[in-house]
């Protein structure tokens, strides 16, 4: 697979608007297990490579385990995750495939779980990593 595009090099003010995004959710107050989880599960729905090789590292270095990298997409079908991290996931999942909506239950869910600012954090981060997938895989960045 060949790059299309290098987007940093070609419109570096562009990507310093997406690592702002990034300098602020490192800021958050949102636990930095749950940020990976977001980050990992918009990026196996959008099928994107590079962010699921670039975040499952970065879950690992923070002490995230194996087995709940590998059911991430089936966590449904497990009792790996708390109450308040599906909330997040089932989110993550919902704001990903926007088409479809964001049900009034799953946004109640999670607002159970988090005050405004924590739960406004949590949206940013489920949009910042969407946006990050599309531009990895609409440029074809190389894994690795």
Avoid at 5 to 30: C, D, R
Avoid at 45 to 60: K, T, V, W
Wanted: some cysteine; proline content about 1%.
């Amino acid at each position: 697979m060949e790059n299309r595009i290098n987007i940093q090099e070609v419109e570096p003010a562009a990507y310093q608007a997406m690592f702002g995004l990034e300098k602020y959710l490192s800021t958050s107050k949102v636990d930095p297990i749950l940020l990976e989880l977001i980050k990992m599960r918009a990026s196996q729905i959008n099928g994107c490579a590079f962010c699921l090789n670039m975040h499952s590292a970065d879950a690992r270095k923070i002490g995230e385990t194996e087995q709940r990298l590998y059911l991430l997409s089936a966590w449904r079908e497990t009792n790996l995750f708390t109450e308040k991290e599906q909330a997040v996931i089932a989110l993550t999942e919902e704001v990903t495939l926007i088409a479809n909506h964001v049900s009034d239950a799953t946004y109640q869910k999670a607002a159970g779980f988090f005050n405004e600012k924590e739960l406004a954090q949590i949206i940013m981060a489920i949009v910042t990593i969407n946006a990050w997938n599309r531009i990895a895989i609409t440029s074809k960045t190389i894994v690795g």
